[in-house]
């Protein structure tokens, strides 16, 4: 470039920026940076990571208690919460991964047949999911373990996903790639590629899949296509054709999974692509175990014999909220639960407790003090210091020794957990129950908005609705539904066998025997005569509905024997240590997670009062509105005028409203002084627009507080209107700012020539 270009080219956008390295003051400076050195990788990503549970890498978890926590303390919550969820993760694992053998082994005597009988059509299974089922996932995992165990290394299996497929060539290239590669590797595939270059030079040509499929003899390559709904229409329409006109020369079967239903993906392909394929519609059956997978995820974390950590009833509230959300997999379920649980260890202190350990409690003063300051040591002390003296003087040890407090606050997470134990067993029980009863007695609920029910109720159960609809359900039955339900519901009630009742026995129609526990209702309903089963319903009902009032009341009222007197009829979520391994939400998971900003802005907004704390902007508790909408804060009444209108509003007409509106409170407002600078009505100093300070004639007076009649009394119902005008527009200008600001509105050129703007926003929404 010549010099004269250079001094007349325009430089105005570069930037000049003046930079002295620290700690140079004194010294010259560094001509040339040094070079930047690549550190090793575990000494960067370790820290992030979560490292080894050693060293640097624990700096991811926080030190608690004010910083004081110690270090082992930190480490063994990291260690506890890994070791936990691992053992999590298995009963997951075995609950949902259940393979249907008889579906995969349907799907594979279809496609280990012949080819297809007509020339041109490609063999295809058309594999439907069901609730409960991925016919996906147990068709890959079905046929992996299944030719591990047969040896059969002449079959490929391609799993073929929408990013394979963005174009035809793209989705011919990757079903090439991955089928040698499955069956030879990376290596075989990139030397194959070379061999063949020279002849196919084009690597999404299939002649190469069939030279390598007669060279090392594969009898199959199978082609699946999970959830079908997710391909481009006009990609799957082509690929259909292309691979049944290859399907004479290589042994092509595609494997299509539906979400939704046959008819359905018919109608997404044009008849010529639907005569191509000669299918097959193969479907899971619905396993007997397994009504819900999202209920079994939880019952395997919560049922376990080895938990350690329980939910509350405000976790599984928002549990229930997601599985009733249809875009909720079992995988993002189960990460739910593992974000609730790393929670829990992430910053709780005292959940280290959960778990039996080496570490003691007596050793960290940081630990025994927040043991103390906990609500549930707060009850049990009061408690213990309105009991006689020896339990007073056990509350004054429990205040001033901390081995006192180590013995008894590991005695009391032990019963606590085995008391939540005994209680999931009676509501387990419970809720199994309405399995077995018709839809209108509580069938019909979900099992999570059930369990959520049920654990915020401990431990009286019987005060319950669903225990209401199970008793009120097992009453109304006659001698021969109640013996089909007490037959059927066998498997359930086995906890009930056992229980022996504490109450006096009660006599049986039959007056021969007399009812205390699951098998003597057995043995009722077997002595029962055929002449009698109408008086004998009754009987055996309300035996049967006692009974199970007993059972749950001996489950889930199962404290330790020195806490018997103190704990017996609290929420066993409120007990003693309960924090160590219970996780209950003061402010609830979707609002932490996902926070709703618009909800927060409308709801301060629309109800100014419930911030404010002022009676001006109090509402009626019959109407819900502000009796005189003219003191609310202008922001509010500008957002109430706005939600009145349609979605275009004139400004003109808008400001009218409002000045009208707001002219009262104005007009009432004795001995303010209005100025270009006006005082708002929340303290702050309002600047009016230089067009209003050009509105002002030159001979009026900056001080406009003089009365028109100049009695100079002061009176504000005699404020000039011109200055009232004033103050009421500075408002309005503000309370639009603001509005546009947090995007409830934007302007609008759908009027030409006229200020209008547009909501972008509508209440509730």
């Not at 992996?144 to 002449?154: P, Q």
């Not at 919560?302 to 329980?310: A, E, H, K, L």
């Not at 009218?656 to 708002?680: C, M, Y």
Request: aromatic letters at 6%; hydrophobic letters at 35%; charged letters at 25%.
């Amino acid at each position: 470039m010549d010099p004269e270009e250079i001094q007349t080219e325009d430089n105005a956008h570069t930037g000049c920026y003046i930079f002295k390295p620290a700690g140079h003051d004194d010294a010259e400076p560094v001509d040339r940076p040094r070079k930047r050195r690549k550190t090793t990788k575990s000494q960067s990503q370790s820290q992030y990571n979560g490292g080894d549970g050693d060293g640097d890498g624990d700096h991811t978890w926080p030190a608690l208690l004010g910083g004081q926590e110690a270090e082992a303390a930190m480490r063994l919550r990291k260690q506890q919460f890994r070791s936990q969820w691992e053992t999590h993760q298995a009963m997951i694992d075995e609950a949902v991964n259940e393979v249907d053998d008889t579906f995969v082994d349907d799907v594979l005597h279809y496609v280990r047949q012949e080819q297809a009988s007509s020339p041109g059509r490609l063999k295809a299974g058309l594999l439907v999911s069901v609730p409960g089922h991925n016919a996906q996932r147990d068709l890959v995992q079905g046929w992996k373990s299944r030719r591990a165990n047969e040896g059969d290394t002449k079959e490929v299996l391609v799993a073929l996903s929408p990013t394979h497929a963005p174009n035809m060539q793209t989705a011919l290239k990757n079903v090439i790639r991955m089928a040698i590669c499955q069956d030879g590797g990376w290596e075989e595939y990139t030397e194959f590629l070379a061999q063949h270059k020279a002849m196919i030079p084009m690597n999404f040509d299939l002649e190469l899949l069939q030279k390598y499929v007669q060279k090392h003899g594969i009898q199959r390559v199978l082609v699946s296509v999970p959830d079908i709904e997710t391909f481009d229409t006009a990609i799957l329409a082509e690929l259909i054709s292309m691979l049944g006109s290859w399907s004479a020369r290589i042994p092509l079967v595609l494997l299509i999974g539906i979400s939704t239903t046959v008819e359905l993906f018919e109608s997404r392909l044009s008849r010529s692509t639907v005569s191509l394929l000669e299918a097959e519609v193969f479907e899971p059956c619905q396993s007997p175990k397994q009504h819900d997978p999202l209920t079994a995820i939880y019952e395997a974390v919560q049922y376990s014999d080895t938990t350690q950590m329980f939910l509350g009833p405000a976790v599984l509230a928002i549990l229930a909220e997601l599985a009733e959300d249809q875009s909720t997999t079992t995988e993002t379920f189960a990460r739910t639960m593992q974000y609730v649980f790393m929670s829990h260890f992430f910053a709780n202190p005292l959940s280290a407790l959960s778990s039996p350990s080496e570490s003691k409690i007596s050793d960290q003063p940081t630990v025994c003090r927040a043991i103390r300051n906990t609500n549930g040591f707060k009850r049990y002390c009061e408690a213990l210091a309105k009991g006689d003296a020896a339990q007073r003087q056990k509350a004054r040890a429990l205040l001033v020794s901390d081995e006192t407090l180590e013995e008894e606050a590991l005695e009391a997470i032990r019963a606590g957990q085995q008391r939540l134990r005994s209680s999931l067993a009676a509501i387990r029980t419970l809720r199994r129950l309405s399995r077995y009863l018709p839809k209108s007695h509580g069938r019909g609920r979900p099992s999570l908005d059930i369990e959520t029910e049920l654990l915020a109720a401990l431990p009286d159960l019987t005060q319950t609705e669903h225990f209401e609809a199970v008793e009120l359900a097992i009453q109304e039955m006659d001698f021969v539904r109640f013996r089909a339900f007490f037959n059927e519901a066998a498997s359930t009630l086995e906890d009930v066998k056992l229980f022996e009742a504490s109450q006096p026995r009660t006599a049986t129609a039959t007056a021969t025997a007399e009812i205390r526990t699951y098998t003597d209702i057995e043995e009722a309903i077997n002595a029962v005569d055929t002449t009698m089963e109408d008086d004998s319903a009754t009987a055996l009902t309300e035996a049967f509905s006692g009974l199970l009032r007993r059972y749950l009341h001996g489950k889930t009222s199962l404290p330790s024997p020195d806490t018997a007197p103190l704990q017996a009829v609290t929420n066993p979520f409120h007990d003693f240590m309960s924090e160590a391994f219970t996780y209950t939400l003061k402010s609830p998971l979707n609002a932490i997670v996902h926070p709703r900003a618009r909800y927060s802005l409308e709801r301060a907004l629309t109800r100014p009062a419930d911030y404010l704390g002022c009676e001006c902007c109090m509402s009626s508790s019959r109407t819900g509105e502000v009796a005189d909408r003219a003191t609310l804060p202008a922001t509010s009444l500008l957002l109430s005028m706005l939600n009145e209108a349609g979605h275009v509003v004139n400004v003109r007409d808008l400001w009218d409203a409002f000045r009208d509106t707001i002219a009262p409170a104005l007009a009432g407002s004795s001995g303010r002084k209005v100025d270009s600078v006006l005082q708002a009505r929340d303290g702050t100093e309002v600047s009016l627009s230089p067009r209003l300070e050009q509105r002002r004639p030159d001979n009026e007076p900056r001080e406009a507080d003089e009365d028109e009649d100049g009695d100079g009394d002061g009176d504000g119902a005699d404020m000039p209107s011109e200055a009232m005008e004033r103050q009421a527009l500075a408002l309005f200008y503000r309370a639009l700012a603001d509005l546009r600001h947090l995007g409830f509105v934007k302007p609008s050129k759908r009027k030409p020539g006229v200020d209008c703007i547009a909501k972008t926003a509508w209440m509730g929404l």
